[in-house]
Structure formats: structure tokens, C-alpha cells
């Protein structure tokens, strides 16, 4: 499957974004879908994530109550709406695909085997 990352910007502290994420492919929604962040100088962090089969969501705690992930298995896309943007939030985001991970392992980078390019989001204070 091949992942192209889309809606990042600039935007000031309290605003809103929203991200997408489209992929190729007829099997979309086998895939579980997650968002990483790689801020500079820091390593990638997971961010959130949304399975498959009935598409459970896992937030990392910074984000909760903030973001929301949804993906529409229609249209082959998933989306991250970021409310309450911080300028800690600014980042390279990536979405990632897997197929067949198991839920324990959901946070984990390396279990993702697919890839978008990043979408630059930054936060002004």
C-alpha cells in the first residue's frame, strides 16, 4: 500500500488542523492506521492510532481530548483533526499502515510497514 500525507501547516497556539491520509489499494480496511510525529532533534513518537476491524482508537496521553482519528474505508483515507494545537504539537507527522499486528504492539513503530512522506505541522506560540 503506498500513503500520501496531506494538511499539514502553519497554524498559532488554540488552532485547528486536519491531516489526511490516502492510500492506495483495494484492502484499506484490513489495515490498521496510525499517526507518529518526529519533532526536530527528537526520535519518532506514535501519536495515535485506528484498527481495522471495528476501528478502536489509542491515544498517547498528550493528546487526548485534543485529537481524533477516523478513517472512512469508502474513500481509502484517514484523517487526524488536531483541536488545541500546542507549539509542543509541531512536528513531521507520518502516517503508517499494518496489517495484522496484534493490539499490544499498536504503539510501536516498527511493527508498520507502510509509510507516508510527512506533513509538516507548525505550531506558533
Known amino acids: 500500500v503506498q500513503l500520501q500525507a496531506s494538511g499539514g501547516g502553519l497554524v498559532q497556539a488554540g488552532g485547528s488542523l486536519r491531516l489526511s491520509c490516502a492510500a492506495s489499494?483495494?484492502?484499506?480496511?484490513?489495515?490498521?492506521m496510525a499517526w507518529f510525529r518526529q519533532a526536530p532533534g527528537k526520535e519518532r513518537e506514535f501519536v495515535v492510532a485506528?484498527?481495522?476491524?471495528?476501528?478502536?482508537?489509542y491515544y498517547q496521553d498528550s493528546v487526548k481530548g485534543r485529537f481524533t482519528i477516523s478513517r472512512d474505508n469508502a474513500e481509502n483515507t484517514v484523517y487526524l483533526q488536531m483541536n488545541g494545537l500546542k507549539p509542543e504539537d509541531t512536528a513531521v507527522y507520518y502516517c503508517?499502515?499494518?496489517?495484522?499486528?496484534?493490539?499490544?504492539?499498536?504503539?510501536?513503530?516498527?511493527?508498520?510497514?507502510?509509510w507516508g512522506q510527512g506533513t509538516l505541522v507548525t505550531v506558533s506560540s
Open positions: 503508517a499502515a499494518r496489517i495484522g499486528g496484534i493490539l499490544s504492539t499498536v504503539r510501536f513503530a516498527y511493527t508498520y510497514s507502510y
Open positions: 485506528i484498527r481495522s476491524s471495528g476501528g478502536g482508537t
Open positions: 489499494g483495494r484492502t484499506f480496511s484490513r489495515y490498521d
